[in-house]
């Protein structure tokens, strides 16, 4: 027998994936056009995308950057409020690490990059906020 309606509505998710690049103990942020905050270049899969392929379209399309997929590692998977949507919407957001070639530089709808520390957490969306406090525990930010 199925349990009973109980009349919960279940909480939207956005699931997304990021990736996570430290160079100078500073981790690559981005702004995207239209947004205040600061977010990890990354973006929802497109259908039959694995996570890999994901990231690192994300990552030339945002940064102009290419990741060497073989080097892809997990770094983690953040559950948080999702910034600019409605309250109680959250993001699972899964996020890699990867070397790659080139610079980043803003691109697409990109309006700015950052190298920022654990003491500009005030100016990311509080995903990015909980991977700075990652770094700074791993020691890997100042």
């Known amino acids: 027998m199925p349990p009973p309606e109980t009349g919960a509505v279940p909480t939207p998710v956005i699931d997304a994936l990021a990736w996570v690049h430290v160079s100078g103990r500073r981790l690559l ?9 600061y977010y990890l270049p990354g973006g929802k899969r497109e259908p039959g995308e694995s996570d890999g392929a994901a990231v690192a379209r994300e990552a030339r399309e945002e940064v102009g950057v290419a990741l060497r997929t073989a080097t892809l590692a997990p770094f983690a998977v953040v559950d948080e409020a999702a910034d600019g949507h409605p309250e109680g919407t959250r993001v699972r957001l899964s996020c890699y690490t990867a070397e790659h070639t080139g610079e980043p530089a803003p691109a697409a709808e990109i ?3 950052a190298w920022l520390a654990h003491a500009d957490r005030p100016l990311c969306a509080p995903a990015v906020r909980r991977v700075l406090d990652e770094l700074q525990g791993r020691g890997e930010i100042d």
Not at 29 to 37: A, D, F, H, N, W
Request: with cysteine.
């Open 29 to 37: 942020c981005v702004r995207t056009r239209g947004r205040s905050l």
């Open 111 to 113: 309006a700015d990059l």
